[in-house]
């Protein structure tokens, strides 16, 4: 089951001429949708407005989004995908800035979701696929994802569960498809993401509840050494929560009673 | 006039979960049409080649793609693009290995197809958006295009033809889209394109000819103080030609005996 709404039409297939297509000229959110409840909402259209901002898009209207979003979802538990393009090209990379976006909105049923409340430990890697450093695009959910792809082409072993980056300076910085938190005793540490990286909603959702259970949080710049010797890890991601490493290359990590709380806080705020 | 192929057939629009659009996941070359010639076919196809394996995308066949081409274009004069994708997604950055990748061919006629022999000098400037330093995406013609629709932002006087891109370090890459080349004596030089850009055809094409003048050609890595002073420069494209600048921000070049002759073979050997 797959549906989309191009401009809120039932899809006719997307014009080979949207900037989106030609130069990933614009931004997309993937959203969690439980029992037809669109799972971080407000998060999503933070991001979404940021990143408009950033490449100078005019954002679509919130509620007409949350509308085409639950007129496909209806009561239903699954997997929506925003995406918002330029719109089609003048051609070459100057844009008519009378041009409307063009706003593609989709939704699927998926088997995972909402994902188990006690989430099983997973197994990581430190992939070879560096992260350029572009402080002009950082923290944003843009359309050039080409990085993630190579990343992802590392390995095909299905016991692992994730990959982690380092940008070009060697420092650590997000999963492929999640961001990242050490835990050192009473400090969570979650990589600095000003110069490369997405500012996920699991990750602002996971700083926004863990001062409920004494930690502090903190964003910096960490080498792959420190996460190493860190007390645990966790990777989070919208559909799937805040996950707990069980290893990562061949280091292992011992449950945390932290991580575990943690966890569970963050499933009520987002799947329940 | 804009008629596109998808995978052969007439376009019924691409679906929005193709790996092109949700990731950039792909490749692309715009070629010149001239009365029915693709211009520089074999320098098209070899870059394309390149990027394939780069990604590791299978190259559609050659034959296939230029009779596609020609099928758009019959004996006109304008402008095609080959946009070749990964294929419909798989969710998530994992592509599914046994996905056929989707082929894009579109074709539209180009009032400024072939540009005059005698190519007219243009202003350029230097843009304050920096190029990030990926050398995994390095040389081929990727979808990720982020970087150079933010760079042409920048200025909006249409008297000015093009912006030259440095990288994050502050080397001189090429421009937004445009090669480069800078005139010192009997040398023509030209940024090393190792660590980001795009290796494009025209460039390739003018150092093939360049050592008929008698000039030397180098690729190296340069500052921007470097082409401020150089004897004369000049930025070429497959559409386009190779273009001499009459100023570069407040500097301002006087016409070269050296550039003149290299533009002219050059059209000859591509427009023709």
């Known amino acids: 089951l797959s549906l989309w709404l191009i401009n809120g039409e039932a899809c006719q297939g997307l014009s080979p001429l949207d900037r989106g297509l030609a130069y990933g000229d614009g931004l997309f959110e993937t959203l969690a949708i439980i029992r037809g409840r669109i799972s971080l909402w407000d998060l999503h259209l933070q991001r979404l407005a940021l990143g ?26 699954g997997v929506a995908k925003i995406i918002l393009t330029r719109g089609q090209g003048a051609v070459g990379y100057l ?33 070879q696929t560096r992260l350029a450093i572009q402080p002009r695009l950082a923290g944003i959910k843009h359309l050039n994802r080409l990085e993630q792809v190579l990343a992802r ?46 500012a996920g909603t699991l990750r602002r959702l996971v700083m926004t509840l863990a001062p409920q259970l004494g930690l502090e949080v903190v964003e910096e710049r960490l080498l792959p050494e420190r996460a190493l010797q860190a007390e645990a890890l966790g990777v989070c991601n919208a559909l799937t929560g805040l996950s707990p490493l069980a290893s990562l290359d061949s280091t292992d990590f011992k449950p945390s009673r932290h991580f575990t709380q943690l966890t569970a806080l963050v499933w009520d705020a987002a799947f329940q």
């Open 52 to 77: 408009c901002d950033r490449l100078g898009l005019s954002c679509p209207d919130a509620g007409l989004l949350h509308c085409e979003v639950q007129s496909l979802s209806g009561q239903e538990t």
């Open 95 to 127: 844009a008519d800035p009378q041009q409307a976006p063009t706003r593609l909105v989709g939704f699927r049923t998926h088997p995972q979701l909402p994902p188990a409340r006690e989430i099983a430990p997973i197994r990581a890697r430190i992939c």
């Open 153 to 198: 082409q590392e390995w095909t072993d299905p016991s692992i569960g994730e990959g982690l980056m380092l940008d070009s300076e060697g420092f650590l910085v997000e999963g492929i498809s999640s961001n990242l938190f050490l835990l050192e005793g009473e400090r969570l540490i979650t990589p600095l993401l000003d110069r490369c990286g997405v």
